[in-house]
């Protein structure tokens, strides 16, 4: 691990646009007897969880199919602009480190989308095979806790993240779009930011 200490990033949700394309996916083949559009469905449902006229295991059977798929990783959509303010953020606090749920499946299309949409170039860390989805959060909060204070803090969109870390945890957390929230923990550091503007503000603040 790079001795630099830096900021790392999350990929899903933060930089790229993938639950509404995860649920459209899945919608293609299991149905939208609603009529939802994609961004009404990803509201209401967000991955597409708890979806009643969906059973679960064929749920489950489609989002292992897309969890294995490179192509849909690398045709994801760029949440706008986030590539040009981690370019600007870059300049301020190194990226060390991009952590995702992803499995090591795919890490060759994750790179090859973060180099598509010039993003700094630096370790893509996945889930490794042993730790299943449902654990990604406390996966992902240990692997924090270890990396600090070379990793000095995240830029995430997931609450989970937030509620998995322990009270020891001594980084920053920028909660990406989730202005407004009303619960957020008080006993480590959690920076909400409602969109990438105010992530770029709050790093400067924070790294100035």
Not at 64 to 74: D, G, I, P, W
Not at 102 to 124: A, C, D, Y
């Amino acid at each position: 691990m790079t001795k630099i200490k830096g900021l790392a990033l999350d990929i899903d949700n933060t930089l790229s646009d993938t639950s509404i394309v995860w649920v459209e996916e899945i919608a293609s083949v299991l149905g939208n007897p609603e009529g939802l559009t994609m961004e009404e469905f990803t509201r209401k449902y967000s991955y597409g969880r708890g979806v009643s006229y969906w059973a679960e295991e064929d749920y489950e059977r489609v989002s292992v199919t897309l969890r294995q798929s490179n192509k849909f990783y690398e045709d994801l959509p760029l949440i706008e602009n986030a590539n040009k303010q981690v370019e600007e953020i870059n300049k301020i606090v190194p990226i060390v480190a991009y952590i995702t749920a992803r499995n090591m499946g795919v890490i060759e299309s994750t790179e090859n989308w973060l180099k598509k949409h010039n993003f700094p170039k630096s370790k893509i860390i996945c889930r490794p095979d042993e730790i299943g989805i449902m654990d990604q959060f406390e996966w992902k909060a240990k692997l924090l806790e270890k990396m600090y204070p070379n990793v000095s803090g995240i830029v995430d969109d997931s609450i989970g993240l937030v509620e998995a870390l322990s009270r020891n945890y001594k980084g920053t957390v920028f909660l990406y779009n989730h202005d407004g929230v009303d619960k957020i923990r008080e006993d480590i550091k959690v920076v909400v930011c409602k969109d990438w503007n105010e992530v770029l503000k709050k790093i400067k603040e924070n790294y100035d």
